[in-house]
C-alpha cells in the first residue's frame, strides 16, 4: 500500500497545464527529496524530476516540480501528445527506513 | 552508455524460490548504490530493496523484509534479488535502478537516473 497519495488521473488539452500532486507525512515528502518519474506504456520509468525541482539533462523545461510541507506537486505546462504517461512521485520515508512511491497518476491529453 | 540488464524471472509455484540478476555495464559498478523496484500487472511501482554500494548496508520494504535477499558482486558487475516464500501478490515486472551519485552509504535511495527493462516473476499454481 502506497503511502504517497496521487489522483488516479489527469487530462487537458494540447498547450494547457495540468498538475499533480503527491500528498505525505512527515516522515517521508516532510522531510526528504521528492522525485518525479514518467513511465510510458510498456516502458521502464524515466526519471523527470529529483530534488524536488531540478530537471535532468534532455528533460524539457515545461515539466516543473515543487514541494510544500507535506505535499508535493509537479506542473506540465504546454501539454504535448507524447506527454501522455503514467507519473509517479517518490521520496524516501524515514520511519519505513525504506523508499515509497505514488499511488501514480495517469495523463491523457484529449 | 550505460546498461542494466534484468534476468531470471519466469513462473513459479508458491512458497518457491527464484534468483533475479542485474548485470550492470557502462560505468564503474561498485561505488553505485542499486535498489530494485516492482510493479505488479497493471498497477503502481513499488520500492522493494536497496544495496550500499559496497553491499555492507541493505533496506527491505515491509511487504518482503525476511523473504528476499538483496545482494551483489562488484567483481562481476551484478546485483542480485533472492526470492523465497513467493506469494501470488509478488507477481510482478522486476526493475533494477541505479543511483545517479557515487557515494559508500545508501541515502535515500528514491533517485534513479538509469533503469533495466525489467523481468517478469509469475507466482501461480
Known amino acids: 500500500q502506497s503511502v504517497l497519495t496521487q489522483p488516479p488521473s489527469a487530462s487537458g488539452t494540447p498547450g494547457q497545464r495540468v498538475t499533480i500532486s503527491c500528498s505525505g507525512s512527515?516522515?517521508?515528502?516532510?522531510?526528504?527529496?521528492v522525485y518525479w518519474y514518467q513511465q510510458l506504456p510498456g516502458m521502464a520509468p524515466k526519471l523527470l524530476i529529483y530534488?524536488?525541482?531540478q530537471r535532468p539533462s534532455g528533460v524539457p523545461d515545461r515539466f516543473s516540480g515543487s514541494k510544500s510541507g507535506t505535499s508535493a506537486s509537479l506542473a506540465i505546462s504546454g501539454l504535448r501528445s507524447e506527454d501522455e504517461a503514467d507519473y509517479y512521485c517518490?521520496?524516501?520515508?524515514?520511519?519505513?527506513?525504506?523508499?515509497?512511491f505514488g499511488t501514480g497518476t495517469k495523463v491523457t491529453v484529449l | 552508455e550505460v546498461q542494466l540488464l534484468e534476468s531470471g524471472g519466469g513462473l513459479v509455484q508458491p512458497g518457491g524460490s527464484l534468483r533475479l540478476s542485474c548485470a550492470a555495464s557502462?560505468?564503474?559498478?561498485?561505488?553505485?548504490?542499486m535498489t530494485w523496484v516492482r510493479q505488479a500487472p497493471g498497477r503502481g511501482l513499488e520500492w522493494v530493496s536497496a544495496?550500499?554500494?559496497?553491499?555492507?548496508?541493505?533496506f527491505y520494504a515491509d511487504s518482503v523484509k525476511g523473504r528476499f535477499t538483496i545482494s551483489r558482486d562488484n567483481s562481476q558487475n551484478t546485483l542480485f534479488l533472492h526470492l523465497t516464500s513467493l506469494r501470488a501478490e509478488d507477481t510482478a515486472i522486476y526493475y533494477c535502478?541505479?543511483?545517479?551519485?557515487?557515494?559508500?552509504?545508501?541515502?535515500?535511495?528514491?533517485?534513479?537516473?538509469?533503469w533495466g527493462q525489467g523481468t517478469l516473476v509469475t507466482v501461480s499454481s
Open positions: 557502462g560505468f564503474t559498478f561498485g561505488t553505485y548504490t
Open positions: 535502478a541505479k543511483d545517479p551519485d557515487p557515494r559508500n552509504v545508501v541515502v535515500a535511495a528514491t533517485h534513479f537516473d538509469y
Open positions: 512527515s516522515s517521508n515528502i516532510g522531510s526528504n527529496f
Open positions: 530534488r524536488i525541482n
Open positions: 544495496i550500499s554500494a559496497g553491499g555492507w548496508t541493505t
Open positions: 517518490a521520496a524516501w520515508d524515514d520511519n519505513l527506513n525504506g523508499g515509497v
